[in-house]
Nanobody, 119 residues
Framework: QGQLVESGGGSVQAGGSLRLSCAAS????????LGWYRQAPGKQRELVAS???????NYAGSMKGRFTISRDNAKNTMYLQMDSLTPEDTAVYYC?????????????WGQGTQVTVSS
């Protein structure tokens, strides 16, 4: 059974940086497309950034230039480097791994890690 575990969240002042990690186990990590999502209180979960199995990346508009997603297939780990953080980045951050199996999407989610940015 696949499992994703996030770490690296915490509290930081505006303008600061954090690096989130997502460690995977029980899945063939290298073939999965990966993503970071976040959910702020009272808001829907939204995509932050994604990285395909081939290494192509995509960022939500407000994260471009501030966040960097990466993966290390040898360590079964995905990262999110977050710089120039603002209070609007405060949310629970979740990692996701998914791949298509026939007509279905096989997806795994982490439990989430809290990021709090104070002004």
């Amino acid at each position: 059974q696949g499992q994703l575990v996030e770490s690296g969240g915490g509290s930081v002042q505006a303008g600061g940086s954090l690096r989130l990690s997502c460690a995977a186990s029980g899945i063939m990590f290298r073939i999965y497309n990966l993503g970071w999502y976040r959910q702020a209180p009272g808001k829907q979960r939204e995509l932050v950034a994604s990285i395909t199995s081939g290494g192509s990346t995509n960022y939500a508009g407000s994260m471009k230039g501030r966040f960097t997603i990466s993966r290390d297939n040898a360590k079964n780990t995905m990262y999110l480097q977050m710089d120039s953080l603002t209070p609007e980045d405060t949310a629970v951050y979740y990692c996701n791994a998914e791949r298509q199996v026939g007509a279905k999407i096989l997806a795994y989610w982490g439990q989430g890690t809290q990021v709090t940015v104070s002004s």
